[in-house]
């Protein structure tokens, strides 16, 4: 449980600090993530891990086609279909992720739970790329 969270800026970058109390002790984590406009790449930061780009890709859809045996439709998510297509967004982004399992769906859900405002970011990336993806398409069916 967050006992404070700092957010500071530097350029285009959001610095996220977080003092953590818990049966361990005081943990201090600090997320540090690009901040998008319009189709920019965000930069994530969990934990301890490397720095990695979000990139929108189909083997996170292919993912969660594998974990739900149904094509994603946000139309209809529920949560738990949500967060999961997140978490395959950001772990698919890592280049070498399938042969490296670099972050666990528990990582991701306790990084989310260190700091809930990520999820609002990881929904306007999500977002902002199903719209590019939508005006791409129909940009090429127009020229054709």
């Known amino acids: 449980m967050p006992l404070i969270g700092i957010p500071f800026f530097i350029n285009e970058y959001q610095i996220d ?8 002790g005081i943990n201090f984590y600090i997320n540090i993530y690009k901040i998008h406009k319009n189709q920019d790449n965000m930069i994530v930061k969990i934990q301890d891990k490397e720095p990695v780009e979000l990139r929108f890709t189909f083997n996170a859809l292919v993912e969660y086609e594998k974990k739900y045996d149904k094509p994603m439709t946000v139309d209809s998510w529920t949560l738990d279909e949500m967060l999961w297509f997140y978490y395959f ?5 890592k280049k070498g992720w399938n042969t490296n399992a670099w972050l666990t769906k528990e990582e991701f859900d306790e990084w989310l739970n260190d700091d ?3 999820l609002n970011d990881l929904a306007d990336f999500v ?18």
Do not use: F, G
């Open 127 to 144: 977002v902002n790329n199903m719209n590019l993806n939508d005006v791409l398409s129909k940009d090429k069916k127009k020229q054709n």
């Open 116 to 118: 809930p405002t990520v």
């Open 89 to 93: 967004v950001v772990l698919c982004s």
């Open 17 to 24: 600090i977080h003092v953590c109390l818990n049966k361990q």
